[in-house]
């Protein structure tokens, strides 16, 4: 059975060129990437389980002090609110 030239014509034009499909194809692998880049940004802000504490700036250290020099002139603390404020320099809580 032979088809007709009006079947061909709506079959090409249906079909995507090779230049279409390779357009698809680098716009897919473009989001890809993208996609790769911003997961691996997010690995990248959050720290993981066992990594080194950043160093202590000079105004936290600062901040740190102010702190235990305030704590060090509460004279009662029922509720025990500070017990967790050592100078070890680790918060328990």
Same mark, same amino acid.
């Given at each position: 059975a032979a088809?007709?030239?009006h079947s061909t014509i709506a079959l090409l034009a249906t079909a995507p060129s /090779?230049?279409?499909a390779t357009a698809m194809a680098?716009?897919?692998l473009s989001?890809?990437?993208v996609a790769v880049f911003?997961? %691996?940004c997010s690995v990248a802000t959050h720290a993981l389980p066992g990594a080194?504490?950043?160093a202590a700036s000079a /105004?936290?250290?600062e901040d740190y002090n102010a702190l235990l020099s305030f704590r060090s002139l509460v004279r009662g603390d029922p509720?025990? %609110?500070l017990a967790s404020w050592t100078s070890s320099g680790a918060h328990d809580g």
């Open positions: 088809s007709s030239p /090779a230049g279409a680098m716009a897919a989001l890809l990437l911003f997961l %691996a080194p504490e950043p /105004a936290s250290v509720s025990r %609110a």
